[in-house]
């Protein structure tokens, strides 16, 4: 059965960058002075999702400058920047929230455009928000299937009313999946912990998930133990095959579960880092800009 869901963008990333003094990404672990970017064997198989060129402008503001980022199957990519980089633009523009001004988005090497986020879910992109998305009026399993009820026809296939039981069951074992304890899914969201509410949008997401999941912020208002329950559960969707988009600003978790960490600075994605050959303080080096002027001065 096809997924698909409706949510709010967070919008709450839109940057201001001051000139236009960045240079091309750096796909090199450790650039040295006058090193180009490495080349890496061509893949066998396109990216489940791609971002070429994109930019992003609001009059004279440019929120993102010439983005290029690929997720591919069973990857985790962390996006780091410091507050006002462009990461939340990046994100909204992803799962449809946001148009770009230019640039293009692709789906298994294919142009697509996305005109609203009901657009991107029916792609199979899913995005847990800062917001979390949620109806605190609603229990727990109206809240996973937000959008997208089941539904069981009524006489002559006409009218019907909604599947309670399978929509129910369904949401206990799709939130089985974050680990994190929760009441019983006819609980109100309201009621919940932040903690709790959490788990919800993330095991929703997952559970929707098909082709890449977006995740903005999802362990901000967890606590240290639910935080490494979150980091398996992410690592569990990417050894399935659906790549993981992960913007964070928890660094140690970031460092020790994503494949690749790329750093925004300005609007412009200025490292493709892997944290096999780098360590936490050369990443916030390039959060920074740091090590950006560094590699100026060398040249």
Not at 26 to 45: M, R, W
């Amino acid at each position: 059965m096809e997924r698909d869901t409706a949510g709010s963008p967070d919008g709450s990333d839109e940057t201001v960058a001051p000139g236009d003094a960045a240079p091309a990404a750096s796909q090199s672990a450790k650039p040295s002075a006058g090193d180009g970017p490495e080349t890496a064997p061509a893949p066998t198989e396109p990216p489940r999702v791609e971002i070429r060129n994109v930019t992003k402008r609001y009059g004279s503001v440019h929120a993102l400058r010439g983005a290029d980022l690929s997720l591919r199957t069973g990857e985790i990519v962390g996006l780091v920047g410091d507050n006002g980089a462009g990461k939340s633009t990046l994100v909204n523009i992803i799962s449809g929230a946001l148009q770009p001004t230019s640039g293009e988005i692709l789906i298994d090497g294919s142009p697509v455009s996305f005109k609203t986020p009901i657009d991107a879910r029916h792609a199979g992109i899913e995005t847990v928000y800062q917001d979390l998305a949620l109806a605190n009026d609603l229990n727990i399993w109206a809240n996973m299937f937000l959008g997208r009820e089941r539904t069981v026809s009524g006489p002559l296939g006409k009218l019907g009313w909604l599947d309670r039981g399978a929509m129910s069951r369904q949401s206990v074992e799709d939130l089985k999946q974050t680990k994190i304890r929760i009441p019983s899914v006819a609980s109100r969201v309201g009621r919940l912990s932040g903690g709790q509410r959490q788990a919800v949008a993330v095991g929703r997401a997952v559970a929707w998930g098909s082709r890449v999941v977006l995740m903005d912020e999802p362990t901000a208002a967890l606590g240290v133990e639910q935080q490494e329950k979150v980091g398996e559960l992410i690592k569990t969707v990417a050894e399935s095959g659906t790549p993981v988009l992960l913007i964070s600003h928890n660094l140690p978790q970031v460092y020790s579960i994503c494949t690749r960490v790329v750093v925004l600075f300005h609007g412009r994605i200025i490292a493709d880092l892997k944290p096999a050959e780098v360590d936490i303080d050369e990443i916030v080096g390039w959060i920074t800009g740091s090590s950006l002027i560094a590699k100026e001065m060398a040249k």
